[in-house]
């Protein structure tokens, strides 16, 4: 493409998100008007996986402030490219002990915190980065007692070990949970029975944890649901991005 093209198909882009975004924020709203929540007790996390860096300068031009990534290959350059702009950056994926010290480089957020050995590491990448990283527990609803979800997540009964984890750890802060709603067994098809237990479970939490408010909850098919249920935050990816070009 040439310069004037290139610019044509930016300005095009530019307003397909704008449009994706205010249909987002119409659900939200209706959804916090539905339970009568105050609109300003939800944030929308975008998130960018699969998508170029371009769009994330894009909807942060659009008034976007926060952002996630579920791969540390992906996510690592498109944070690289991104430092000058005004950024919160959630890291939402499975994540590996070897990825751990890559991620404290540009995550602000890891929402995925799963087991001790995670806990370890992050504590350790944070302090020496010099950082200090908030931390979600991802809680599996589907995981067995003691078990992990296929998907990643700790089992309910196995939070509050971890949360004290997280509390204790150098360079880490608990900053609440997060969930995706379970596709199989007790939960499957039932997404506002699954974000009802995850608050109840975060109702529980802040008796110990009074500062570990925040409650990730809901994507783009279950948000309303979500907020609904009493989500903080809820991570749209299709809804603002377009239907992924590849699996991730
Ligand atoms: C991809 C992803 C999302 C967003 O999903 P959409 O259905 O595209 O809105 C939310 N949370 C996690 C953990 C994800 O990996």
């Not at 199989?184 to 109702?203: H, N, P, W």
């Amino acid at each position: 493409m040439d310069r004037t093209e290139d610019t044509a198909a930016l300005a095009a882009r530019k307003d397909e998100l704008a449009a994706n975004l205010a249909r987002v924020e119409e659900r939200i709203s209706s959804a916090c008007a539905s339970v009568g929540r105050a609109r300003e007790e939800v944030t929308p996390i975008v998130v960018t996986k699969t998508y170029p860096a371009s769009d994330v300068r894009l909807l942060a031009g659009l008034g976007v402030r926060h952002v996630a990534e579920n791969r540390d290959q992906d996510a690592a350059p498109k944070a690289a490219a991104s430092a000058d702009l005004p950024l919160t950056w959630h890291f939402v994926g499975q994540l590996q002990t070897n990825k751990v010290r890559s991620v404290v480089g540009y995550a602000d957020v890891v929402q995925s915190v799963d087991r001790l050995k995670l806990v370890g590491s992050l504590s350790s990448a944070a302090v020496r980065a010099g950082r200090e990283v908030g931390c979600l527990l991802q809680v599996a609803l589907d995981a067995e007692v003691g078990a992990r979800g296929e998907r990643g997540g700790v089992s309910p009964d196995g939070v509050e070990e971890l949360a004290a984890a997280v509390a204790a750890a150098p360079g880490l802060r608990l900053d609440g949970l997060m969930t995706v709603a379970p596709l199989a067994g007790a939960y499957a098809g039932r997404q506002r029975a699954a974000f009802d237990r995850l608050v109840e479970i975060s109702t529980r939490l802040r008796t110990a944890h009074p500062a570990a408010t925040m409650v990730s909850a809901g994507m783009s098919a279950d948000l309303d649901e979500a907020v609904a249920a009493g989500a903080t935050h809820v991570r749209v990816g299709t809804a603002v991005l377009g239907a992924r070009p590849r699996l991730g």
